[in-house]
């Protein structure tokens, strides 16, 4: 088998509403090997991964998928099942996916959901050779693979503490992004409205109030100033001070590094000058200076402080076997870590024991040897400190806090200047007041652990994720979400893209927008390009201004990485044309008409779709549409229209020489199609289309119609606002019209524009994407002939042919028109000068450029001023 493409959906896409993996899979001569031929492989699987039983599969019962095997199904299905099993295995519950044929024998499209990107990639490929082994009767190592896949989900999971965070905000419906998968930096909510953690560290985290609790000095001086009790002792730069220390207060004495974490480098109970240089020295590998204090005898407490309020306690205790009178103290460990609660790092809920350089001096100290056996009943202690990340174990005592306990740690959090504060408190119990009992606070930590607190050894578990959203998000009925306006279809959707921002910035919200040509923020170019993917909108999104976001949405998008978003409130769908026909098994116009319709697919609750009444396939697009519907139409006469306003919908019409929004019985005039300069007085029928699309968009996020009016009338198709798109030039007396239009519907439609604007000669220069059928690039050298007088045909987008190859194809079908005169010339730049060479007063020269940008600096190094007006 060979695995062609694989990769990650990240958003609603063709196959899917959720993020999926894609896997393009040729089987090979499995194609001719159905499972129902392997005697026997469906009793092997069931044995090696008993779990797969419950896989419903189209049989829709416990089992389904095997009987499907026993009764005979393809490699690439197996592949599927046995991909979303793995990733099971290791901890992410995952159950849909489909195997869907391709145009190619033998080639099939499996999609199954992830959790966890990398960890559903790596599944896909553990799954491709475990099927392979399945068809050749080899040995599957099930045991090896899952530990593959382990070492995967440790390095890009999240770990439980910022995990917690994340569940609690989509269970508020609040979007997150990650913008790296090895990291725990995560974005909560979109635009203005995001807020942003790094593991339990948040933008609202206060930076010196995290610098005082890392200085373990510093945190002392202010809460003993404060009068929280804390242990007598200081920092020494030297053993000699250290012993001096330890001689003032009193073994047994506290040693750890000033600046530290997770109990590295720390000693807690060190009783002699001797275990002190040791003690001294672990500690200096760990920071320069190192704290030397007295010891506080009683529990090891975490209290955990969010927002000023107490929301966790716990009681610590370090790594530690019992014996039993007959067990070795190395069994007793190995017999701990084989607890199922214990894992790696954060798998379970405990984790494993490590015996470091730490335990061999503790378990020296304690005058033992890993071959002693220990008698019953005595704890062997492993690690100095209770760290959960060491092996230790936590109790909730949450209930048990006392008043002055409560209001002690709470005013600790206000002293230090932290919103999430982890307190070590070392105490006899929690119950009575710190002044009534032997007590201090040891340290406090910035971006504590939640572990213990959500999964405790003993006791209930507390949702704190819940905490940390309902401080970052104090409204309970924010989500964190901007206004998302998504625009598909063939044909016009960079004008309607850059149409809809710039009616909302006339309206004054701060706009992102993202289309083929830039990115925009508030009216701002920062980058300039394609940006019509997922990973625009995901830039667009980031922006910390940003208010409402426009986006263009390209079929090539959303079949290789879905949308950008998880939910828009409006979603566009302008056309369905014949374009990219053949591309990633978009062969139809049917289905090219679904992929576009993942747009609206994806509208979230109390949304809207727009449609266009005067396209079949947009039309029908309905059944998909989630929201409400606006219509609009070219067409005033548009039964879909009548029927539609009838019921009491909303469309956007034409209406003589007028846009209307239509609602029940309400007819309300906005503008005169002549008076938006997008429309060059009405010829331009596409744009008043795009026109009528933004209104209505418009209208759907609020916008009044005197802004949707204002807004119309001051956008123009000039360089500045419509960039490439129906620009009307004057070149040395030459019209230019510059222009992106690469297929024939969008031609046709132009034509009408180009046939309106007065000429002695109409000259084209144009080129064909090669990555279109070669009957599409003659139709398009058809229609481009029937445009022009002259046609001079470049080549700059071959796209998998050879360089020259689309142009010839071009070439071939203006021919067949007969009446053009047509001249190849390669090079784009030099089309463009030949063209301008060629053209003279009177003429018309339509540059139809694949560059816009680097035909514009061209241009400009002629005269270039605007062209006047046309005439309704």
């Known amino acids: 088998?060979?695995?062609?493409?694989?990769?990650?959906?990240?958003?609603?896409?063709?196959?899917?509403?959720?993020?999926?993996?894609?896997?393009?899979?040729?089987?090979?001569?499995?194609?001719?090997?159905?499972?129902?031929?392997?005697?026997?492989?469906?009793?092997?699987?069931?044995?090696?991964?008993?779990?797969?039983?419950?896989?419903?599969?189209?049989?829709?019962?416990?089992?389904?998928?095997?009987?499907?095997?026993?009764?005979?199904?393809?490699?690439?299905?197996?592949?599927?099942?046995?991909?979303?099993?793995?990733?099971?295995?290791?901890?992410?519950?995952?159950?849909?996916?489909?195997?869907?044929?391709?145009?190619?024998?033998?080639?099939?499209?499996?999609?199954?959901?992830?959790?966890?990107?990398?960890?559903?990639?790596?599944?896909?490929?553990?799954?491709?050779?475990?099927?392979?082994?399945?068809?050749?009767?080899?040995?599957?190592?099930?045991?090896?693979?899952?530990?593959?896949?382990?070492?995967?989900?440790?390095?890009?999971?999240?770990?439980?503490?910022?995990?917690?965070?994340?569940?609690?905000?989509?269970?508020?419906?609040?979007?997150?992004?990650?913008?790296?998968?090895?990291?725990?930096?995560?974005?909560?909510?979109?635009?203005?409205?995001?807020?942003?953690?790094?593991?339990?560290?948040?933008?609202?985290?206060?930076?010196?109030?995290?610098?005082?609790?890392?200085?373990?000095?510093?945190?002392?001086?202010?809460?003993?100033?404060?009068?929280?009790?804390?242990?007598?002792?200081?920092?020494?730069?030297?053993?000699?001070?250290?012993?001096?220390?330890?001689?003032?207060?009193?073994?047994?004495?506290?040693?750890?590094?000033?600046?530290?974490?997770?109990?590295?480098?720390?000693?807690?109970?060190?009783?002699?000058?001797?275990?002190?240089?040791?003690?001294?020295?672990?500690?200096?590998?760990?920071?320069?200076?190192?704290?030397?204090?007295?010891?506080?005898?009683?529990?090891?407490?975490?209290?955990?402080?969010?927002?000023?309020?107490?929301?966790?306690?716990?009681?610590?205790?370090?790594?530690?076997?019992?014996?039993?009178?007959?067990?070795?103290?190395?069994?007793?460990?190995?017999?701990?870590?084989?607890?199922?609660?214990?894992?790696?790092?954060?798998?379970?809920?405990?984790?494993?024991?490590?015996?470091?350089?730490?335990?061999?001096?503790?378990?020296?100290?304690?005058?033992?040897?890993?071959?002693?056996?220990?008698?019953?009943?005595?704890?062997?202690?492993?690690?100095?400190?209770?760290?959960?990340?060491?092996?230790?174990?936590?109790?909730?005592?949450?209930?048990?806090?006392?008043?002055?306990?409560?209001?002690?740690?709470?005013?600790?959090?206000?002293?230090?200047?932290?919103?999430?504060?982890?307190?070590?408190?070392?105490?006899?119990?929690?119950?009575?007041?710190?002044?009534?009992?032997?007590?201090?606070?040891?340290?406090?930590?910035?971006?504590?652990?939640?572990?213990?607190?959500?999964?405790?050894?003993?006791?209930?578990?507390?949702?704190?994720?819940?905490?940390?959203?309902?401080?970052?998000?104090?409204?309970?009925?924010?989500?964190?979400?901007?206004?998302?306006?998504?625009?598909?279809?063939?044909?016009?959707?960079?004008?309607?893209?850059?149409?809809?921002?710039?009616?909302?910035?006339?309206?004054?919200?701060?706009?992102?927008?993202?289309?083929?040509g830039a990115i925009e923020i508030d009216n701002h170019v920062i980058m300039r390009g394609d940006y019509s993917g997922p990973q625009a909108a995901a830039i667009v999104l980031r922006e910390p201004t940003v208010e409402h976001a426009v986006l263009e949405v390209a079929r090539g998008g959303i079949m290789r990485r879905g949308l950008g978003f998880d939910a828009c409130d409006v979603g566009v769908l302008l056309n369905i044309a014949n374009d990219h026909l053949g591309e990633r098994d978009i062969h139809t116009l049917d289905e090219l008409a679904r992929c576009k319709t993942v747009v609206i697919d994806a509208i979230g609750e109390g949304g809207t779709a727009v449609l266009n009444a005067d396209d079949a396939r947009a039309l029908e697009g309905r059944q998909w549409a989630r929201g409400r519907v606006v219509m609009f139409s070219l067409d005033p006469d548009s039964q879909a229209v009548r029927d539609h306003v009838r019921k009491q919908g909303v469309a956007f019409r034409v209406h003589n020489g007028c846009i209307m929004m239509c609602h029940g019985q309400v007819e309300a005039e906005i503008i005169a199609v002549a008076d938006v300069p997008i429309s060059f007085g009405g010829h331009a029928r596409f744009n008043v289309a795009n026109a009528l699309a933004a209104a209505a968009a418009a209208h759907a996020l609020g916008l009044t119609l005197a802004d949707i009016q204002m807004g119309l009338q001051t956008f123009h198709p000039t360089l500045g606002q419509n960039r490439g798109r129906t620009n009307l030039i004057e070149v040395d007396g030459i019209r230019v019209l510059i222009d992106y239009g690469h297929n024939v519907p969008a031609l046709e439609a132009l034509d009408e524009l180009v046939r309106s604007l007065p000429a002695d000669r109409r000259i084209g220069v144009a080129s064909a994407p090669g990555n279109r059928r070669d009957d599409d690039i003659q139709a398009l050298g058809q229609q481009l002939a029937r445009m022009y007088d002259m046609l001079f045909i470049c080549d700059t987008q071959p796209r998998g042919r050879e360089l020259g190859e689309a142009a010839e194809l071009l070439n071939a079908g203006a021919r067949r028109e007969g009446a053009c005169r047509v001249e190849i010339v390669m090079d784009e730049h030099d089309a463009v000068a030949q063209a301008l060479e060629e053209a003279g007063d009177g003429d018309l020269l339509v540059l139809l450029l694949a560059d816009i940008d680097a035909a514009i600096e061209q241009l400009r190094e002629r005269v270039l001023r605007a062209a006047p007006a046309i005439e309704s």
């Not at 499996?110 to 099927?131: H, K, P, Q, S």
């Not at 480098?265 to 275990?275: Q, T």
């Open 1 to 516: 088998m060979n695995v062609l493409e694989h990769r990650a959906l990240r958003g609603p896409n063709y196959y899917s509403r959720y993020p999926a993996i894609l896997m393009r899979l040729d089987i090979g001569t499995l194609e001719q090997r159905p499972s129902d031929t392997v005697f026997g492989m469906a009793d092997r699987l069931r044995l090696l991964m008993p779990s797969i039983e419950a896989h419903r599969c189209s049989v829709g019962r416990p089992g389904g998928f095997l009987e499907r095997m026993q009764r005979g199904t393809w490699a690439s299905h197996i592949v599927e099942h046995v991909a979303l099993e793995l990733q099971n295995l290791i901890g992410f519950s995952v159950g849909y996916g489909k195997t869907v044929d391709s145009y190619e024998s033998g080639v099939y499209n499996i999609v199954y959901r992830y959790r966890d990107e990398a960890c559903g990639l790596a599944a896909g490929e553990e799954a491709v050779a475990f099927v392979a082994r399945l068809f050749s009767a080899d040995a599957i190592d099930l045991d090896a693979i899952i530990a593959r896949l382990k070492v995967v989900r440790d390095a890009h999971m999240l770990g439980p503490s910022t995990a917690a965070i994340v569940d609690a905000a989509k269970r508020r419906g609040i979007p997150t992004a990650r913008p790296s998968d090895d990291s725990s930096y995560v974005q909560l909510g979109h635009g203005y409205l995001q807020q942003r953690i790094q593991a339990t560290v948040t933008s609202r985290t206060n930076l010196i109030g995290h610098g005082i609790a890392d200085d373990k000095s510093w945190t002392k001086q202010i809460l003993g100033d404060a009068g929280i009790p804390v242990p007598g002792g200081r920092v020494c730069a030297s053993v000699q001070e250290a012993l001096e220390v330890a001689l003032d207060v009193g073994y047994p004495v506290a040693v750890k590094p000033l600046v530290g974490n997770h109990g590295r480098g720390v000693s807690p109970c060190v009783g002699d000058d001797a275990a002190l240089r040791e003690a001294y020295d672990a500690a200096r590998r760990r920071h320069d200076a190192v704290l030397v204090e007295q010891t506080i005898q009683g529990e090891d407490y975490r209290l955990l402080v969010i927002d000023g309020q107490l929301v966790g306690a716990a009681r610590r205790r370090p790594a530690h076997v019992i014996g039993d009178g007959q067990t070795t103290l190395q069994a007793l460990v190995d017999t701990e870590n084989r607890d199922p609660r214990r894992g790696i790092g954060h798998e379970n809920l405990l984790t494993r024991i490590d015996l470091d350089e730490q335990s061999h001096r503790l378990i020296e100290q304690q005058r033992l040897t890993l071959q002693s056996v220990i008698p019953a009943g005595e704890i062997v202690w492993l690690k100095s400190t209770a760290n959960l990340s060491t092996g230790g174990s936590a109790t909730d005592v949450t209930d048990d806090v006392h008043p002055e306990v409560r209001y002690a740690a709470e005013r600790i959090a206000r002293l230090i200047g932290l919103d999430i504060i982890g307190i070590d408190l070392l105490a006899e119990t929690l119950t009575q007041p710190l002044e009534e009992q032997s007590a201090a606070v040891v340290e406090v930590n910035a971006g504590p652990g939640f572990r213990m607190h959500l999964s405790p050894t003993h006791g209930p578990g507390r949702d704190i994720g819940r905490h940390v959203i309902d401080m970052l998000f104090p409204d309970p009925e924010a989500n964190g979400r901007i206004p998302i306006t998504a625009v598909t279809g063939t044909n016009g959707k960079t004008t309607t893209v850059r149409l809809i921002a710039h009616l909302l910035r006339q309206a004054g919200r701060k706009v992102g927008m993202a289309c083929t």
